[in-house]
């Protein structure tokens, strides 16, 4: 037996106007279905550990890279897949999620304050992570900050130009939190 075409997505929310959360008219009045009560007690933290909080101090030397870096990559091939496709709504919707991921937080984090050779080289907000607790503070100040997330500046310093010492060029420092 051959499987047919694949169904849409959503086809029975599109079809009957009808989710999960919609309100049921019962005995007079609106109520919301059990079932949206039960979602709303059993909210899980998506992109993060279920045990915590999204504030908990993040335990820096415990975390494993290997599968931090690992979803990262997914992430990454997801996207890159999508654009490919010409899927932009996909795209879109992968970057967002990408924004939000815990992995991608760790990531960056340890890439700006563990990895890069200006790791300690304060940006414009005067701050160095150089201790696994302070590294660990940043990226949770980071993850809680990302909805409210502007760009901020980043400190110009004037360094010597590789083929004429006597030159300078600008170079731009990140700042490590938001």
Partial sequence: MRPGPPEP????????????????WEGGQWVAPAVAEVMVKAARIANGPEDQPRDTPVQWNKIDW????????RLRQRIFKAAQEQDWPKVR?????????RANTLVSVRQVTQR?????????DGEVALTPEARADVAVRVHQSRSSWKPRAVRRVYIPKASNRAKLRPLGIPTAAA
């Fill in 9 to 24: 997505k959503g086809k029975l929310d599109a079809m009957t106007g009808y989710s999960f959360t919609t309100p049921v």
């Fill in 66 to 73: 290997r599968a931090q870096e690992e979803q990262v990559r």
């Fill in 93 to 101: 919707n992968l970057q967002k999620l990408m924004l939000r991921s």
């Fill in 116 to 124: 890069n050779t200006g790791r300690r080289t304060a940006g414009i």
